[in-house]
């Protein structure tokens, strides 16, 4: 059975509840996406990690905030929620003017996994990549179907499209 | 990141890669594979044993070698891939379209093969 998934925007989600988390924020450094990255999870459990797999995946949200969202503009903070104790969940809030495409892009990902779905490798590779109206060439377009695989618990945009909430949950230690 | 490459016969582009291919290193990479394309080597071998990070801008290079090859008729072979970079590209649904050689000589065959 072909069940896609796709972005939800839901403002009221209790995954945007920040009560009990703890909180840093920085300038929108496009130098240092991974650098803060690290310092978000310097303790966080080891098995959480999966050897750099948390680091990489929180980085594409630190990295999508930063650049598309405040512009790279060292003027403009990025704000970020973290919570490691039971599982690793995020809430990470840029200055920017919201994700605009995220209809767009949700379309996009449903034909994408359709010709999956289908078999139909002529197709997937055309739509490997998204390339949306600001995409670059080191934008790899790919990062945010990665993470709806990756952020079991959820991902979910406010309703400006400028935060989104993410929770990845363990169940007996590192999953494989 | 170290990138390491060698043509073999007329049309064959053999790269390594050692660390950490990510949102700063990939511009490089990049580079040096569109070198490749102009001087018409379109058999690739890639091989990732040693890359030890992989990001979704990584990623993106390798979809857009898959991209060019089939536009040029070329072909590619992928070996060592396996930890985190393994994982990335399992969980963005690339893998599928990533052919896979157990070692060096077999892929450098398999690549000059005729279409």
């Known amino acids: 059975m072909f069940i896609p998934r796709k972005l939800i925007v839901d403002d009221k989600n209790e995954l945007f509840d920040t009560r009990g988390m703890k909180f840093v924020e920085f300038p929108s450094e496009f130098g240092k996406v991974r650098e803060y990255t690290e310092l978000i999870l310097k303790d966080a459990p080891e098995h959480f990690r999966e050897g750099n797999l948390l680091h990489q995946q929180l980085s594409e949200i630190i990295k999508n905030g930063i650049k598309h969202g405040n512009k790279s503009d060292p003027d403009k903070i990025l704000k970020v929620h973290y919570d490691l104790k039971k599982r690793a969940r995020f809430v990470v809030e840029d200055e920017g003017e919201g994700f605009v495409e995220l209809d767009a892009w949700n379309d996009f990902f449903y034909r994408r996994q359709l010709a999956l779905y289908q078999q139909d490798f002529d197709s997937f590779l055309t739509l490997a990549s998204y390339r949306g109206p600001h995409s670059d060439e080191t934008d790899g377009g790919n990062s945010l179907m990665a993470a709806l695989e990756y952020w079991n618990g959820g991902m979910i945009f406010n309703a400006r499209r400028n935060k989104v909430g993410v929770v990845r949950w363990y169940t007996g230690g590192a999953r494989g | ?115």
Do not use: H
């Open chain 2, 1 to 115: 990141m170290k990138i390491a490459s060698e043509p073999f016969d007329k049309q064959g582009v053999f790269f390594e890669l050692e660390g950490e291919l990510d949102l700063y290193s990939t511009s490089e990479l990049r580079t040096k594979i569109l070198q490749a394309f102009d001087s018409d080597r379109t058999r690739m071998v890639l091989d990732l044993s040693k890359l030890t990070y992989l990001d979704s801008s990584g990623v993106g290079i390798l979809i857009f070698i898959l991209q060019t090859l089939r536009v040029k008729k070329g072909k590619l072979k992928v070996i060592g891939l396996s930890g985190t970079p393994r994982k990335v590209l399992e969980m963005s649904n690339i893998i599928s379209l990533i052919p896979m050689a157990s070692t060096r000589q077999e892929a450098e065959i398999e690549v000059l093969k005729e279409i």
